[in-house]
Nanobody
Framework: QVQLVESGGGLVQPGGSLRLSCAASGSIVSLNAMGWYRQAPGKQRDLVATITRGGSTNYADSLKGRFTISRDNAKNTVYLQMNSLKPEDTAVYYC?????????????????WGQGTLVTVSS
C-alpha cells in the first residue's frame, strides 16, 4: 500500500506565501518523477510543476518565477513553495508520483495521487 499525503494548505492573503509538502509512504522501492497539479472550482486539473528524481524541473508557464518545486529523495517528499500568491491561485492542490514497487526484479511503476490540500488566497 502506497500513500501520498499532502500538507501545508490553508488560507493566505494575496501576496503571501505557502509551502506545500507531500510525503510518500509504504512499500516503496523508489520514486520517479513527482509533481503538483491543481484544480480550481468548476475547472479541470492542471499541471503546476514536476520534478524528476535527478532534480530537473518543469513548470506551467504562467507560474514560472512564483512557484518552486523541490524534493528530498531521502524523505520521499516533494515540496511546492508558492510566493506572491494571487486569488486565482485558489484551488485544491494535488501531489502526483510515479512509485516503483515490488520485492524483486522486475519492479512495477504505479501512478499515485494524494488526496489534495486546499489553498485559498483571499483577503
Amino acid at each position: 500500500q502506497v500513500q501520498l499525503v499532502e500538507s501545508g494548505g490553508g488560507l493566505v492573503q494575496p501576496g503571501g506565501s505557502l509551502r506545500l509538502s507531500c510525503a510518500a509512504s509504504g512499500s516503496i522501492v523508489s520514486l520517479n518523477a513527482m509533481g503538483w497539479y491543481r484544480q480550481a472550482p468548476g475547472k479541470q486539473r492542471d499541471l503546476v510543476a514536476t520534478i524528476t528524481r535527478g532534480g530537473s524541473t518543469n513548470y506551467a508557464d504562467s507560474l514560472k518565477g512564483r512557484f518552486t518545486i523541490s524534493r528530498d529523495n531521502a524523505k520521499n517528499t516533494v515540496y511546492l513553495q508558492m510566493n506572491s500568491l494571487k486569488p486565482e491561485d485558489t484551488a485544491v492542490y494535488y501531489c502526483n508520483a510515479g512509485v516503483v514497487v515490488g520485492t524483486s526484479f522486475p519492479y512495477r511503476t504505479l501512478e499515485r495521487w494524494g488526496q489534495g490540500t486546499l489553498v485559498t488566497v483571499s483577503s
